[in-house]
């Protein structure tokens, strides 16, 4: 189950599929016994989870807002003044983080709904439609500072899918970087397993001056989750 927790169901049926002998409701009731104990060990392991406490405590809307406190203690990126853009910003959490260091601007979009942020401007929208960008870009009084990527595609539990699917997600947040970036500006973007792939790594190389990758200890053990952070856009 994703961190959101979220499942469609369709209403059961009782109808013989040809050939099988078994009824479709009979299938359906397996399968909802089965996502019902993924859910319960979901529910039992955010119950448990010292940083999912500790977000509440903190007021955080997500146990996602210190993977960018953990990434920015290991490779300082974020500062007052900054310009920030956050890209695939639900809940929220990341948002919250870059108004409480001091950005002077946030800008953040999601095809989800985001419960407004003191401090921030919020677009629900597409990444990859040109109205919702310009709509959140004129938020800001100039170039980004820092471009954030958090995106991630729905998970299949196929591991080698959902790589390839992610990092899709980190090619279209780094062409949406580049083209938008200003001079000397830093880019973050989840990747899964390996990191990012090789052509992208190419190109954060030639067009930043620095590009690392970071594993921070909130992304749970066993999760495939990395950052690749690139900082120095060359422009």
């Known amino acids: 189950m994703s961190d959101d927790g979220k499942r469609r169901w369709r209403g059961p049926g009782d109808v013989v599929?040809?050939?099988?002998?078994?009824?479709?409701?009979?299938?359906?009731?397996?399968?909802y016994n089965a996502r019902s104990e993924s859910s319960k060990k979901w529910i039992e392991r955010q119950?448990?989870?010292?940083?999912?406490q500790q977000a509440k405590r903190d007021g955080y809307r997500a146990r996602a807002a210190y993977k960018l406190i953990e990434v920015d203690a290991k490779v300082g990126l974020l500062r007052p003044g900054?310009?920030?853009v956050d890209l695939g910003c639900a809940p929220g959490g990341w948002l919250q983080v870059c108004v409480q260091r001091g950005a002077r601007e946030v800008v953040g979009i999601?095809?989800?709904?985001?419960?407004?942020?003191?401090?921030?401007?919020?677009?629900?929208?597409d990444v990859e439609d040109s109205e919702d960008i310009a709509?959140?870009?004129?938020?800001?009084?100039?170039?980004?500072?820092?471009?954030?990527?958090d995106?991630?595609?729905?998970?299949?539990?196929?591991?080698?899918?959902?790589?390839?699917?992610?990092?899709?997600?980190a090619d279209l947040a780094f062409d949406f970087a580049c083209s938008r970036l200003g001079p000397g500006g830093h880019f973050c973007s989840k990747v899964f397993q390996g990191g990012a792939t090789n052509k992208l790594l190419g190109e954060l190389k030639r067009n930043f001056r620095t590009v690392k990758h970071v594993k921070p200890p909130s992304s749970r053990a066993g999760s495939p989750?990395?950052?690749?952070?690139?900082?120095?856009?060359r422009g």
Not at 47 to 52: A, I, K
Not at 112 to 120: I, K, M
């Open 17 to 31: 599929q040809r050939g099988s002998g078994r009824r479709v409701n009979e299938r359906k009731t397996t399968a």
């Open 47 to 52: 119950l448990s989870d010292p940083y999912v």
């Open 82 to 84: 900054q310009r920030i």
């Open 110 to 125: 999601d095809l989800l709904d985001v419960e407004p942020v003191v401090g921030a401007t919020v677009v629900q929208g």
């Open 135 to 149: 709509l959140m870009m004129a938020a800001l009084s100039g170039p980004p500072d820092l471009i954030l990527s």
């Open 151 to 169: 995106m991630a595609a729905n998970t299949t539990g196929h591991r080698q899918t959902d790589s390839l699917r992610t990092a899709g997600l």
């Open 225 to 233: 989750e990395l950052f690749v952070v690139a900082k120095g856009f």
